[in-house]
């Protein structure tokens, strides 16, 4: 069902997942049929911008573009799954987004489609003067420039890092960079300017040809005058990450704490956006009109009196989910993450705990256990979290039980043990694989599954290996009956059990799936990497285009029509109606 060591995403985020009416993204509507929509994620966003129209767009890690409308954050569909560095447009029927590996795409009104690879190295910085003038600039000093026709690369000498550029005219451009460069393009040749800094340039913005701010390491902000550059006071030794304004006395600059800078034409001053998370980006059309971004998702908005956080998310890897009800759903993930849903909003709970946890299951609002690495266990009684003696030293990777006197926990290494309602015990492993899912239908019906192919069965009596599919890493399993179990992983291929034999039913196209979930023989879910969804009606799999690119680990529901899933940076997909 998940990875044998997840990777850790970024950071956490405590308190309150929204501020006011939860927001939703939008990921497939179908009328009033139930569709898959993205709840929550903490995917970083590392820049936006907002359209002459008003549209804000933002971009990110794992191919993610927003764009907002009708209050609502909603996904586009974009061709890959690369990172987003920045995003720039000159309307909201043309815009142009750049990747960590040097590719560039473009929004044309109606898709996202690849229009430039260079040579590999990260693209950092967009800007054009118009839709016929853009450039790109990124690792190595690589300049690109489209004249409304082709892309090209622009010679330019100085072997710098550079992370944005901006300009007034055609002979006029400046970017900026790594070792403190700003370089200025005069319609002939890139020359380095005098800073007298040494620190990293983030960001650039200009009112006119004398007002041009930059932004950089350890709180640097750089103002041109038109004559030369000099250092501004800016009283703080954050990173400062991006930087816009409306005039040359109203100018915003976003930090990594979270906080955003102002300039009134004589000093800077600090406000709080209502985040603590990084911000990486920021952009608007008025004084009463800017949105800024930055880690786990966030986007908050400033509408001339105030910042108000728009969406705010967790961010840790969530591995498994499970619920008592429709309105009391809980998923687990990164380092002692658990997130609770109460029927209106997802919210964290600290549980007090660092530990990754990576399975989730319960027989009742009350009874609920939780394992993770190193054979940590954890149960809810209704009034508190309380860690268990699991008798296992290795990483729990599924818990399942018939009942509160009948949970097994397996995970790494063939590691099996049992709770009997009053204590653990460690029972004797029937491999040396790990084990990454157990379902049953009932306490002497059991099945795990695990890598090589494992397929452990329990009849009451005692485990046998009912079938080695070699080479097959086993990472889910679930049954419709008895005689009709589902056991998920690589290459393609579900495995189904009909009461007396394995067998494999290819068809979902999918490469890795992690998780299975369902409620009958001809409705069942599984999840996989990449933003994977499959359908099977009982007859074929069906692939959900999602528009996510965001690997999925786990999957659970409380109907046909209430299906959540769970996956990496705090991903929180749901089936259900409108």
Known sequence: MKFLKPVLAVVFLGGLLSCGEPQKLILSPRGGEPYWRLEITGVRLNDVWVSPEGVAYAAGYNGAILYFEDSLWR????????????????????MYAATDRGVIYRFDSLAWTYVLSTAGYSLNGLWGLDSNLVFAVGDHGVVYRFNGQIWSQMYNPHNVALQDIWGTATDNLYAVGSNGAVLHYDGYNWNRDSTETSYLLYGIWGYDENNIFVCGEWGTILHFDGSG???????????????????????????????????????????????????YGIDGTSLYNIYAVGSGATIVHYDGTGWNVLHERIAEDLYDVWGSD????????????????????????????????????????????????????????????????????????????????????????????????????????????????????????????????????FDGAGW?????????????????????IFAVGPDSVVYNFNGSAWFGVPGHNAEILNAVYGFSA?????????????????????????????????????????????????????????
């Open 326 to 457: 429709p309105d009391n759903i809980y998923a687990v993930g990164n380092n002692g993450a658990v997130l609770h849903y109460d029927g209106v909003l997802w919210r964290p709970i600290d549980i007090g705990l660092e530990q990754n946890l990576i399975s989730i299951w319960g027989t009742s609002a009350n009874d609920i256990f939780v394992g993770g690495f190193d054979g940590m266990m954890i149960h809810y009684d209704g009034s508190g979290w309380t860690t268990m003696s699991s008798k296992l030293s290795v990483d729990i990777l599924e818990v399942w039980g018939s009942g509160p006197d009948d949970v097994y926990a397996v995970g790494v290494s063939g590691e099996m043990a049992r709770y009997d309602g009053t204590e653990w015990q460690r029972l004797e492993p029937q491999t040396e694989n790990n084990l990454d899912g157990i379902w049953g239908s009932d306490a002497d019906n059991v099945f795990v599954v695990g890598w090589g192919g494992v397929i452990l069965h």
């Open 75 to 94: 996904p586009m569909a974009v061709p890959t799954d690369d990172d987003f560095n920045c995003l720039w447009g000159y309307s909201a029927e043309g």
């Open 464 to 484: 046998s290996e009912t079938q080695t599919a070699a080479g097959y890493a086993f990472r889910g399993v679930w049954g419709a009956a008895e005689n009709d």
């Open 229 to 279: 550059w000099s250092a501004m006071n800016t009283n703080t030794y954050f990173f400062i990450r991006d930087i816009w304004g409306t005039a040359p006395d109203n100018v915003y600059a976003v930090c990594a704490d979270g906080s955003v800078m102002r300039y009134d034409g004589a000093d800077w001053t600090f406000s709080e956006s209502g985040s603590s998370n990084a911000l």
């Open 522 to 578: 001809t409705d069942i879910w599984a999840v996989g990497v990449d933003g994977t969804i499959v359908h099977y009606n009982g007859s074929t799999w069906e692939s959900v285009f999602t528009f996510l690119y965001i690997t999925l680990n786990g999957i659970w529901g409380t109907s046909a029509d209430n299906v959540i899933a769970v996956g990496r940076y705090g991903s929180v997909l749901r089936y259900a109606a409108p």
